[in-house]
T-cell receptor, first 115, second 111 residues
Framework: DSGVTQTPKHLITATGQRVTLRCSPR?????VYWYQQSLDQGLQFLIQ???????AKGNILERFSAQQFPDLHSELNLSSLELGDSALYFC??????????????FGEGSRLTVL | GQSLEQPSEVTAVEGAIVQINCTYQ??????LSWYQQHDGGAPTFLSY????GLEETGRFSSFLSRSDSYGYLLLQELQMKDSASYFC????????????FGTGTKLQVIP
């Protein structure tokens, strides 16, 4: 158990709909990352937050948005869903400090299926 | 931006040694990490190199050459449970610690 909690674990929805994925980081971690992993693909970096502020953006579509709340949990909002958005969405957290290994602790992921 | 290259698939025999290479291009390089991911599971951290040289953790070792923008993961005494995908990831410096992953290498260990 990494200490990172993601909900829901599975989600099936239709094209055009909107969903929200939730992530609770490990206790004490200030940095939250979101990654998208399509079938048999790598981990595509979407966005990173540190202590409530957006710090880095990757290949995140305009239809997607995210935020980190004062209690440090984060939400990833996906709207106007398309078939190609079907993927496993991972949240990861880290202390966010420059020192150390920068190890990311991953949640179990939210599997989104768009029909 | 960042780009990382790894072989897509590697097959090795149980008990043998396998090396998975990773080359990267990035600015603000801070360090190279390796993660393991079993099918359907979450990636888990294996090792990290910030300086040139070899880091050993049990059966796994990781190497980095900053001048060559190259690293590798070495797995010794392969076991069937080592069958998984292995990702290298670059950590870039700055006010944040962005981590970008490679496309992953699927390792199949055969008897």
């Amino acid at each position: 158990d990494s200490g990172v909690t993601q909900t829901p674990k599975h989600l099936i929805t239709a094209t055009g709909q909107r969903v929200t994925l939730r992530c609770s980081p490990r206790s004490g971690d200030l940095s939250v990352y979101w990654y998208q992993q399509s079938l048999d693909q790598g981990l595509q970096f979407l966005i990173q937050y540190y202590n409530g502020e957006e710090r880095a953006k990757g290949n995140i579509l305009e239809r997607f948005s995210a935020q980190q709340f004062p209690d440090l949990h984060s939400e990833l909002n996906l709207s106007s869903l398309e078939l190609g958005d079907s993927a496993l969405y991972f949240c990861a957290s880290s202390p966010g400090r420059a020192a150390g290994t920068g190890e990311l602790f991953f949640g179990e992921g939210s599997r989104l299926t768009v029909l | 931006g960042q780009s990382l290259e790894q072989p897509s698939e590697v097959t090795a025999v149980e008990g043998a040694i396998v090396q998975i290479n990773c080359t990267y291009q990035t600015s603000g390089f801070y360090g190279l990490s390796w993660y393991q991911q079993h099918d359907g599971g979450a990636p888990t951290f294996l090792s990290y190199n910030a300086l040139d040289g070899l880091e050993e953790t049990g059966r796994f070792s990781s190497f980095l050459s900053r001048s060559d923008s190259y690293g590798y993961l070495l797995l010794q005494e392969l076991q069937m449970k080592d069958s998984a995908s292995y990702f290298c990831a670059v950590r870039v410096s700055g006010g944040y610690q962005k981590v970008t992953f490679g496309t992953g290498t699927k390792l199949q260990v055969i008897p």
